[in-house]
C-alpha cells in the first residue's frame, strides 16, 4: 500500500468576500519543497492558512498524510509545522516559552536541536517575541518550526527579512535535515533566490488559480532565448513553444518547449546563431503571463 501524500486538494475553494482561491486539485509528493509563487493578492497567504486551519475552506477537501482536519485535526497537528507571517499573539513570550508550548506537542522535539538551532540563528532563548526585530522574529518562529521535525513544513515568506548570514544557515539546517529524515516544505515567497535556492518544484498562484505543480529543473531546462539566422521566417504562431518574438537587433524568440521548437527549427533550415537560457525571474514572470492568457 502507498503511504498518503502529504498534501491532497480535491476541488477546494475558499470564498473571501469577493475573492476566490480556486478550485483547487493538487497531490503534493513527499520530501520535496515547493515555492509558492504569485503576485500579490494571488491567494498565497490564504492559501497557507487554509492548510494550517486557521481558516475553514468553503468546500472542497483537504487531507494532510491522509487525515482531514475534521475528522483528526489532533493527528495532523503533530505532522505539520508552519510559520506564519507574522506569530500572532506570541509578543509576551520568550522563544523558551514558546518552546514549552510547542514543543509539548511534537513526539519528535528534540530540546538540544531547539537549542542549537537558535544559537546557529543567534537568537536569544530569553528576549520576549514582541521585543524581537523582523528578523529576529523571522528566525524564532524558524527555530520552532525545524525543531519539531514534522513532516510537512508550511511557510509564509520564510526568508522576509532575514540576513544574508541567517538565509545561508537556514539552507544549511534544510539540506542537513534532508539528509535524515524526509520532508515535504510549502513556501510562499517573492524571492527568485528562495526559488533559486530550496525549491525543487514551482506552484504558481494566479486570481486564486493554482497550476502545477512544475518541476524547476524541467522548467529551467525548456525556456529558452533563441537567436535565430535572418532567412525568410514563419509568424511566430507557427513555431511550436514559441511565446515570444522580437526583430530587434535580431531575430529572436523565447521559446517554453526548447526541444520541439529546436526540431522545428531545424526540419525548416532555420539556424539557431546563439542561445541563452532564460534567467529564472523572466521566465517567472512569462510563465505567469502565459497562465493568465
Ligand atoms: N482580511 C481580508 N478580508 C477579506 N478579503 C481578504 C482579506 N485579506 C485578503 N483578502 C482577499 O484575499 C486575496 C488574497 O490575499 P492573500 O493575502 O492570500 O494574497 P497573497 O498572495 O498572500 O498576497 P501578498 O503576496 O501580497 O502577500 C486578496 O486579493 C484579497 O482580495
Redesign the pocket.
Known sequence: MTSPSPLRLERFVKQ????R?GPIDVVLEPGLTYALV??????????LKCLMNLMKPTSGKLEIFGHTYEREEQAIMTQVAFVPDPLDGCEPFTLWQMRDFIGSWYASWDDDDFARRAASFRIPLDKRYGKMSQGERKKAALTLALSTHAPLLLLD?PTNGLDIASRNRLKQMLVEDAEIMERTVVL?T?SVEDIRQFADCILL?RN?ALEGPYEKDALVASWSRLWLSREPLPSLADIPGAVDWSEVPFPQLVTCDRTTTLAFLSENGIQVTKEQPLPLDELLDRLLEKSAR
Open positions: 473571501r468576500d469577493d475573492f482561491l504569485g503576485p500579490n493578492g494571488s491567494g498565497k497567504t490564504t492559501l515568506e510562499s517573492h498562484l486564486g
